[in-house]
């Protein structure tokens, strides 16, 4: 079967770029749950507090044993 050739993604330059909306909604933050009031570390269960320093600051890690049957990678 012979193809025309044209290809509309190949006329679009912004495709891949801020102004397609690449990119736009990729914070690292940790959504929020609207069906309780609790903030995320109130549902932790038995949560062990780790101190971690990264480049001359002291971080307070919250970690979390995983459920049975579960592994962590």
């Given amino acids: 079967m012979i193809h025309s050739g044209w290809n509309p993604t190949r006329r679009n330059k912004k495709i891949g770029t ?5 990119s736009q909604n990729n914070r690292l933050v940790i959504p929020e749950r609207s069906q309780d009031d609790f903030i995320y570390w109130e549902r932790l269960i ?5 101190s971690l320093e990264v480049k ?3 971080i307070a ?3 979390e044993a995983t459920k049975q049957g579960y592994v962590h990678i």
Avoid: F, I
């Fill in 61 to 63: 890690l919250l970690v």
């Fill in 18 to 22: 801020k102004e397609h909306g690449y």
């Fill in 46 to 50: 038995d949560p062990v507090a780790c």
């Fill in 56 to 58: 001359g600051h002291q």
